[in-house]
């Protein structure tokens, strides 16, 4: 599995334009071949600070991702954004659903 984590420093007072064009490449993210969903994330102590958040079953599907029209509104979007998105690619070898009270007795 491939997660691609975009990071979006928003200008302020943009936050209601970057939400409406990041809430329609979710929508289309969540459709496309290849994905295993998607999010997006608020920094808790910086409300101009966004993380979207997308897994991908395949390198192919991520890398169809990246070259995307879709994609490319995200690399449009720097006139409301601080500074340029930051893209971070991660590979997962392995994954494991862990319940709350397993984890909490191993610590």
């Not at 289309?28 to 979207?52: I, K, M, V, W």
């Not at 490319?72 to 720097?78: A, C, F, H, I, P």
């Amino acid at each position: 599995m491939y997660i691609a984590s975009v990071i979006l420093s928003l200008r302020h007072n943009k936050r209601t334009e970057v939400l409406s064009a990041v809430d329609q490449l979710m929508r289309h993210l969540r459709s496309t071949p290849g994905s295993l969903g998607c999010r997006l994330l608020a920094e808790a102590n910086d409300a101009d600070s966004l993380t979207l958040v997308s897994e991908w079953a395949t390198r192919e599907a991520l890398e169809t991702f990246l070259t995307s029209r879709e994609f490319t509104v995200l690399q449009g979007m720097r006139i409301l954004l601080r500074k340029d998105p930051e893209t971070v690619l991660d590979e997962v070898v392995g994954r494991a659903t862990v319940p709350l009270a397993r984890a909490h007795a191993k610590t």
